[in-house]
């Protein structure tokens, strides 16, 4: 009796492992296309929200400053959205300081809505808020002019 229900126990056993096998090649791959669709962007002064914050735990939004604009990109399951104001239509920056993390809005002059990032370390949410500041300086005292800002980005903060 034992020796006719040896192959089908070893069968089960074996059809488990395959399931087991498939499950975990199947969570790796979901947490690899995460992680990818959550890698940072390019550029020097790039702030990414932290994935223990409200909305960005799988799909953390990230915010680009450069000397022409800031860049706010949320990436979503297919593709990603986003929204880019030039550094002379930025009106105000106002942060709002959490218990651990800070929000960043960001007003425009153009009356469209404000761009809003949740879940910024609060260093990064100061730093993003002076970068502007400096970016917006040099552009106004420069007239406009493209190598006022790029000395303006290359100088240390």
Same mark, same amino acid.
Request: proline letters at 4%; one cysteine or more.
């Given at each position: 009796?034992?020796?006719m229900q040896e192959p089908v126990l070893v069968q089960a056993d074996t059809t488990l492992w395959w399931?087991?096998?498939f499950a975990l090649i199947l969570v790796v791959l979901v947490m690899l296309f995460f992680?990818?669709?959550g890698r940072r962007l390019p550029g020097e002064h790039v702030f990414r929200a932290s994935r223990w914050s409200r909305g960005n735990m799988l799909l953390p939004t990230q915010v680009v400053v450069s000397p022409g604009s800031v860049l706010h990109y949320k990436p979503e399951l297919f593709g990603g959205r986003d929204q880019s104001i030039h550094i002379n239509h930025i009106a105000s920056v106002l942060i709002d300081r959490n218990l651990?993390?800070?929000d960043v809005m960001i007003e425009t002059s153009g009356g469209t809505s404000a761009v809003r990032c949740h %879940?910024?370390?609060k260093r990064d949410a100061v730093r993003m808020k002076e970068l502007i500041e400096q970016f917006q300086s040099a552009y106004y005292r420069g007239? %406009?002019?493209k190598r006022a800002l790029r000395a303006e980005s290359e100088r240390p903060a």
């Amino acid at each position: 009796m034992t020796d006719m229900q040896e192959p089908v126990l070893v069968q089960a056993d074996t059809t488990l492992w395959w399931a087991a096998l498939f499950a975990l090649i199947l969570v790796v791959l979901v947490m690899l296309f995460f992680w990818m669709k959550g890698r940072r962007l390019p550029g020097e002064h790039v702030f990414r929200a932290s994935r223990w914050s409200r909305g960005n735990m799988l799909l953390p939004t990230q915010v680009v400053v450069s000397p022409g604009s800031v860049l706010h990109y949320k990436p979503e399951l297919f593709g990603g959205r986003d929204q880019s104001i030039h550094i002379n239509h930025i009106a105000s920056v106002l942060i709002d300081r959490n218990l651990f993390f800070a929000d960043v809005m960001i007003e425009t002059s153009g009356g469209t809505s404000a761009v809003r990032c949740h %879940g910024h370390r609060k260093r990064d949410a100061v730093r993003m808020k002076e970068l502007i500041e400096q970016f917006q300086s040099a552009y106004y005292r420069g007239g %406009g002019d493209k190598r006022a800002l790029r000395a303006e980005s290359e100088r240390p903060a």
